[in-house]
């Protein structure tokens, strides 16, 4: 199996969580750049935010598990 036939399977089985997460990511991104053109801050914080989400993301994926349980 050659590397390109490899990645085309994972793309194939994985299309769908990998599409969630593009659009989590980049909501999350515009977010916090728009709030932080509004506000100056400093670069740190900015970072920090950016970071968080990660923490979000987690977060997120985490209770939307638990309401599809219930």
Do not use: C
């Not at 793309?11 to 989590?24: I, K, Y």
């Not at 750049?33 to 979000?56: C, H, I, K, N, R």
Request: hydrophobic share 55%; aromatic share 16%; proline share 1%.
């Amino acid at each position: 199996m050659s590397v390109l036939n490899a990645i085309r399977d994972h793309v194939v089985e994985h299309h769908d969580g990998m599409l969630f997460d593009m659009v989590f990511a980049v909501g999350w991104v515009t977010i916090v750049s728009l709030l932080f053109e509004t506000f100056d801050a400093p670069q740190l914080v900015y970072y920090g935010a950016l970071a968080a989400g990660v923490v979000a993301y987690f977060g997120f994926v985490y209770s939307l598990k638990l309401a599809k349980e219930q």
